[in-house]
């Protein structure tokens, strides 16, 4: 139960932040065009997908129960997650023309929004735990 509600609040976040980067890369393309809009949303891309592979390791296995479990797929997602935007650096730096300060601005966007997550769900939490409460 508990691992589920952990993946509904990463795809939550997930989502919130694709919103968050194509919505920024929509104005920046109204602004300054379409090569710094897809540089933005390369950014953003990058961001995004370590930190969806590294919510999929940490709740693929739901019955994992013991701390142990949880603490080494949390490092095995945490390593996989850094491989995998060390990897996509290289690969769009090498082979994609980027206006770079729009690529990490996209990146730092979509980033920044993962450390606010806290605070955007925080009223959704207080309405579940009063519902919750209720039922009891």
Same mark, same amino acid.
């Given at each position: 139960m508990k691992n589920q509600q952990g993946l509904h609040g990463a795809k939550r976040l997930f989502l919130m932040q *694709?919103?968050?980067g194509v919505s920024a890369? @929509?104005?920046i393309w109204a602004i300054l065009g379409l090569g710094s809009a897809r540089? !933005? @949303? *390369? $950014? %953003?891309?990058?961001?995004l997908v370590p930190h969806a592979l590294f919510a /999929?390791? @940490?709740? /693929?296995? #739901? &019955? %994992?129960r013991f701390s142990q479990q949880i603490l080494k797929s949390a490092y095995r $997602? +945490?390593? !996989?997650? *850094?491989? !995998?935007?060390a990897t996509l650096f290289a690969v769009v730096f090498r082979w994609v023309d980027v206006v770079p300060v729009m690529f990490f601005a996209g990146y730092f966007m979509v980033h920044v929004t993962f450390w606010f997550a806290p605070w955007f769900f &925080? $009223?959704? #939490?207080? &309405?579940?735990?009063? %519902?919750?409460? +209720?039922k009891l």
């Open positions: *694709l919103r968050v890369s @929509l104005v540089s !933005m @949303l *390369l $950014g %953003a891309v990058v961001c /999929r390791i @940490l709740f /693929r296995d #739901q &019955r %994992a $997602g +945490e390593a !996989m997650k *850094l491989l !995998m935007s &925080r $009223g959704n #939490q207080n &309405r579940m735990s009063k %519902a919750s409460v +209720e």
